[in-house]
């Protein structure tokens, strides 16, 4: 069992920045691939950005990429999102995820999830 709770989320202007975390407890966090994602009103969930378990290998979803930075840090059990130049398109529930060993973007591949965070980029 994973517990994942996210926090990190707010109220933020078009152009500025936010950092999502994520901390994870109940288990061996560095087995674990860690994904986000993130879901719109009236959106089907999409892939943000996962990263490997050792944290050698990062990837994106198109829409983030060059914008998004997925880091995480075994020692503390978190994984964490940068995330800059926010756009009004941006605006949705972030979802922390954790996978055993591989995770990639589909969500079906992630047993455990957070609560999600609510991130509103305005004009």
């Known amino acids: 069992q994973v517990q994942l709770v996210e926090s990190g989320g707010g109220l933020v202007q078009a152009g500025g920045s936010l950092r999502l975390s994520c901390v994870a407890s109940?288990?061996?966090?560095?087995?674990?691939?860690m994904g986000w994602f993130r879901q719109a009103p009236g959106k089907e969930r999409e892939f943000v950005a996962a990263?490997?378990?050792?944290?050698?290998?990062?990837y994106y979803g198109d829409s983030v990429k060059g914008r998004f930075t997925l880091s995480r840090d075994n020692t503390k059990n978190t994984v964490s999102l940068q995330m800059n130049n926010l756009l009004l398109e941006d605006t949705a529930v972030y979802y922390c995820?954790?996978?055993?060993?591989?995770?990639?973007?589909?969500?079906?591949?992630?047993?455990?999830w957070g609560q999600g965070t609510q991130v509103t980029v305005s004009s």
């Open positions: 995820a954790a996978a055993y060993d591989y995770g990639g973007i589909d969500e079906h591949e992630y047993k455990y």
């Open positions: 109940g288990s061996t966090f560095s087995k674990y691939a």
């Open positions: 990263i490997s378990w050792s944290g050698g290998s990062a």
